[in-house]
Protein backbone atom coordinates (compact mmCIF):
# COMPACT_ATOMS: atom_id res chain seq x y z
CA UNK A 1 0.00 0.00 0.00
CA UNK A 2 1.07 3.36 -0.97
CA UNK A 3 0.32 6.93 0.18
CA UNK A 4 -0.70 8.95 -2.74
CA UNK A 5 -1.03 12.64 -3.63
CA UNK A 6 -3.48 13.22 -6.55
CA UNK A 7 -3.58 16.42 -8.11
CA UNK A 8 -6.62 17.67 -10.20
CA UNK A 9 -10.10 15.52 -10.20
CA UNK A 10 -11.26 15.90 -13.82
CA UNK A 11 -12.00 12.77 -15.84
CA UNK A 12 -9.04 11.11 -16.21
CA UNK A 13 -7.87 12.05 -11.89
CA UNK A 14 -11.20 10.46 -10.67
CA UNK A 15 -10.87 7.44 -13.30
CA UNK A 16 -6.81 7.25 -11.45
CA UNK A 17 -8.16 7.35 -8.31
CA UNK A 18 -11.15 4.88 -8.59
CA UNK A 19 -8.66 2.47 -9.84
CA UNK A 20 -5.85 3.53 -6.80
CA UNK A 21 -9.03 2.87 -4.36
CA UNK A 22 -9.63 -0.53 -6.03
CA UNK A 23 -5.98 -1.30 -5.43
CA UNK A 24 -6.41 -0.58 -1.97
CA UNK A 25 -3.90 2.47 -1.77
CA UNK A 26 -4.64 5.82 0.68
CA UNK A 27 -5.46 8.59 -1.57
CA UNK A 28 -5.69 12.31 -0.64
CA UNK A 29 -6.84 14.57 -3.90
CA UNK A 30 -6.81 18.46 -4.59
CA UNK A 31 -8.48 20.31 -6.68
CA UNK A 32 -10.18 23.75 -6.23
CA UNK A 33 -13.63 22.64 -7.36
CA UNK A 34 -15.89 21.39 -4.71
CA UNK A 35 -18.37 19.60 -7.03
CA UNK A 36 -15.09 17.59 -8.48
CA UNK A 37 -14.50 16.92 -4.98
CA UNK A 38 -17.19 15.80 -3.74
CA UNK A 39 -17.66 13.43 -6.62
CA UNK A 40 -14.83 11.58 -6.38
CA UNK A 41 -14.76 11.24 -2.24
CA UNK A 42 -16.29 7.28 -2.46
CA UNK A 43 -12.64 6.59 -3.90
CA UNK A 44 -10.62 9.00 -1.42
CA UNK A 45 -8.81 8.67 1.98
CA UNK A 46 -9.01 11.98 2.41
CA UNK A 47 -9.29 15.22 -0.14
CA UNK A 48 -8.79 18.98 0.41
CA UNK A 49 -10.09 21.83 -2.03
CA UNK A 50 -7.45 24.49 -2.85
CA UNK A 51 -4.89 25.78 -4.77
CA UNK A 52 -1.58 23.72 -5.81
CA UNK A 53 -0.19 26.39 -7.44
CA UNK A 54 -0.10 28.14 -3.82
CA UNK A 55 3.15 26.90 -1.63
CA UNK A 56 1.82 27.94 1.31
CA UNK A 57 -1.29 25.30 0.40
CA UNK A 58 0.65 22.66 -1.28
CA UNK A 59 3.32 22.81 2.00
CA UNK A 60 0.69 22.32 4.46
CA UNK A 61 -0.15 18.67 3.10
CA UNK A 62 3.31 17.63 3.57
CA UNK A 63 4.35 16.57 0.37
CA UNK A 64 7.32 15.12 0.94
CA UNK A 65 5.50 11.81 3.13
CA UNK A 66 4.23 10.83 -0.41
CA UNK A 67 5.48 8.23 -2.16
CA UNK A 68 4.14 9.55 -5.36
CA UNK A 69 2.32 12.46 -6.44
CA UNK A 70 0.27 12.77 -9.83
CA UNK A 71 -0.60 15.88 -11.34
CA UNK A 72 -3.87 15.28 -13.33
CA UNK A 73 -4.68 19.35 -14.37
CA UNK A 74 -5.84 19.45 -18.21
CA UNK A 75 -6.46 22.77 -19.89
CA UNK A 76 -4.66 24.82 -17.71
CA UNK A 77 -0.92 23.40 -18.65
CA UNK A 78 0.18 26.83 -16.75
CA UNK A 79 -1.10 25.57 -13.64
CA UNK A 80 0.25 21.92 -14.07
CA UNK A 81 3.65 23.40 -14.34
CA UNK A 82 3.72 25.72 -11.74
CA UNK A 83 1.82 22.76 -9.58
CA UNK A 84 4.95 20.40 -11.12
CA UNK A 85 8.17 22.41 -10.17
CA UNK A 86 6.58 23.16 -6.65
CA UNK A 87 5.79 19.82 -5.79
CA UNK A 88 9.64 18.92 -6.27
CA UNK A 89 10.57 22.34 -4.82
CA UNK A 90 8.94 21.21 -1.55
CA UNK A 91 10.62 17.74 -1.70
CA UNK A 92 8.52 15.45 -4.06
CA UNK A 93 9.91 11.78 -4.02
CA UNK A 94 8.15 11.18 -7.25
CA UNK A 95 6.18 13.28 -9.77
CA UNK A 96 4.38 12.00 -12.12
CA UNK A 97 2.66 14.92 -14.59
CA UNK A 98 0.50 14.41 -17.51
CA UNK A 99 1.13 16.16 -20.80
CA UNK A 100 -1.23 16.29 -23.91
CA UNK A 101 1.65 17.24 -26.29
CA UNK A 102 5.51 16.59 -26.49
CA UNK A 103 6.72 20.21 -26.08
CA UNK A 104 4.61 19.82 -22.31
CA UNK A 105 6.44 16.94 -21.87
CA UNK A 106 9.19 18.85 -22.45
CA UNK A 107 8.89 21.70 -19.79
CA UNK A 108 6.86 19.56 -16.95
CA UNK A 109 10.63 17.38 -17.56
CA UNK A 110 12.85 20.28 -16.95
CA UNK A 111 10.80 21.76 -14.25
CA UNK A 112 10.53 18.70 -11.38
CA UNK A 113 8.26 15.87 -13.20
CA UNK A 114 10.38 12.56 -12.92
CA UNK A 115 7.64 10.63 -15.20
CA UNK A 116 5.51 12.30 -17.55
CA UNK A 117 1.95 10.07 -19.12
CA UNK A 118 -0.30 10.92 -22.15
CA UNK A 119 -3.35 9.30 -21.61
CA UNK A 120 -5.10 10.85 -24.62
CA UNK A 121 -2.02 9.72 -26.47
CA UNK A 122 -1.81 5.74 -24.93
CA UNK A 123 -5.29 5.48 -25.70
CA UNK A 124 -5.44 6.84 -29.00
CA UNK A 125 -2.62 4.23 -29.94
CA UNK A 126 -4.20 1.04 -27.89
CA UNK A 127 -7.82 1.61 -29.58
CA UNK A 128 -5.97 2.08 -33.54
CA UNK A 129 -4.47 -1.15 -32.75
CA UNK A 130 -7.72 -3.02 -31.21
CA UNK A 131 -10.03 -2.38 -33.43
CA UNK A 132 -7.67 -2.44 -36.86
CA UNK A 133 -6.49 -5.67 -35.82
CA UNK A 134 -8.73 -8.78 -36.59
CA UNK A 135 -7.10 -11.07 -33.85
CA UNK A 136 -5.63 -8.43 -31.03
CA UNK A 137 -7.93 -8.45 -27.79
CA UNK A 138 -5.90 -6.18 -25.97
CA UNK A 139 -2.57 -4.18 -25.69
CA UNK A 140 0.53 -2.95 -23.39
CA UNK A 141 3.33 -0.98 -24.77
CA UNK A 142 6.35 -2.28 -22.44
CA UNK A 143 8.92 0.45 -24.13
CA UNK A 144 9.64 2.03 -27.34
CA UNK A 145 10.18 -1.35 -29.10
CA UNK A 146 8.53 -3.97 -27.23
CA UNK A 147 4.87 -4.73 -26.30
CA UNK A 148 2.71 -7.46 -24.91
CA UNK A 149 -0.40 -8.88 -27.06
CA UNK A 150 -3.52 -10.55 -26.13
CA UNK A 151 -4.46 -12.42 -29.07
CA UNK A 152 -6.47 -15.27 -30.54
CA UNK A 153 -4.08 -18.74 -30.87
CA UNK A 154 -3.55 -18.87 -34.73
CA UNK A 155 -5.31 -21.75 -36.24
CA UNK A 156 -2.36 -23.39 -37.52
CA UNK A 157 -0.96 -23.36 -33.57
CA UNK A 158 -4.18 -24.65 -32.31
CA UNK A 159 -3.77 -28.53 -31.32
CA UNK A 160 0.13 -28.33 -31.01
CA UNK A 161 2.56 -28.00 -28.05
CA UNK A 162 4.33 -25.09 -27.23
CA UNK A 163 7.39 -27.16 -27.92
CA UNK A 164 6.10 -28.45 -31.14
CA UNK A 165 5.67 -24.82 -32.19
CA UNK A 166 9.35 -23.54 -31.23
CA UNK A 167 7.71 -20.37 -30.69
CA UNK A 168 10.36 -18.47 -28.99
CA UNK A 169 13.62 -19.64 -31.63
CA UNK A 170 11.34 -19.40 -34.62
CA UNK A 171 9.02 -16.13 -34.29
CA UNK A 172 11.27 -14.38 -31.72
CA UNK A 173 7.91 -14.20 -29.22
CA UNK A 174 7.61 -15.58 -25.71
CA UNK A 175 3.87 -16.58 -24.21
CA UNK A 176 3.93 -15.33 -21.19
CA UNK A 177 0.39 -16.61 -19.78
CA UNK A 178 -2.50 -18.12 -21.54
CA UNK A 179 -6.19 -17.60 -20.72
CA UNK A 180 -9.25 -19.64 -20.79
CA UNK A 181 -12.76 -19.66 -19.14
CA UNK A 182 -11.79 -16.14 -17.25
CA UNK A 183 -9.05 -17.83 -15.64
CA UNK A 184 -4.70 -16.89 -16.35
CA UNK A 185 -2.36 -19.33 -16.86
CA UNK A 186 1.40 -18.21 -15.98
CA UNK A 187 2.59 -21.97 -16.26
CA UNK A 188 3.54 -22.23 -19.68
CA UNK A 189 6.30 -24.75 -20.70
CA UNK A 190 7.08 -27.15 -23.77
CA UNK A 191 4.35 -29.37 -23.48
CA UNK A 192 1.36 -26.85 -23.37
CA UNK A 193 -1.04 -27.55 -25.99
CA UNK A 194 -3.01 -24.64 -27.39
CA UNK A 195 -6.75 -24.51 -28.23
CA UNK A 196 -8.94 -22.50 -30.34
CA UNK A 197 -10.88 -21.53 -26.68
CA UNK A 198 -7.36 -19.82 -25.58
CA UNK A 199 -6.23 -16.54 -25.79
CA UNK A 200 -2.59 -15.49 -25.31
CA UNK A 201 -0.31 -12.90 -23.94
CA UNK A 202 2.40 -12.49 -26.18
CA UNK A 203 5.67 -10.50 -25.46
CA UNK A 204 8.24 -9.69 -27.77
CA UNK A 205 9.56 -7.02 -29.96
CA UNK A 206 7.27 -5.05 -31.98
CA UNK A 207 7.92 -5.61 -35.22
CA UNK A 208 8.29 -9.45 -34.70
CA UNK A 209 4.35 -9.09 -33.42
CA UNK A 210 3.48 -6.64 -35.79
CA UNK A 211 4.95 -9.22 -38.69
CA UNK A 212 3.34 -12.39 -37.47
CA UNK A 213 -0.40 -11.09 -36.50
CA UNK A 214 -0.52 -8.91 -39.32
CA UNK A 215 -1.09 -5.19 -37.57
Not at 97 to 122: C, T
Not at 151 to 177: C, F, H, M, T
Request: hydrophobic fraction near 40%; glycine fraction near 6%; aromatic fraction near 8%.
Amino acid sequence: MKNILLVGLGRFGRHIAQELHALGHMVLAVDQNEERVNRALPFLTNAQIGDSTSEAFLSSLGVGDFDVCIVTISHDFQNSLETTSLLKELGAKLVVSRAERDVQAKFLLRNGADQVVYPEEQMAKWTAIRYTADHILDYIEVDDLHAIFEVEVPESWRGKSVGQLDIRKKYNINIAAIKQDGHINVNINPDTVLSGEMTMLVLGEYKALQKYFHL
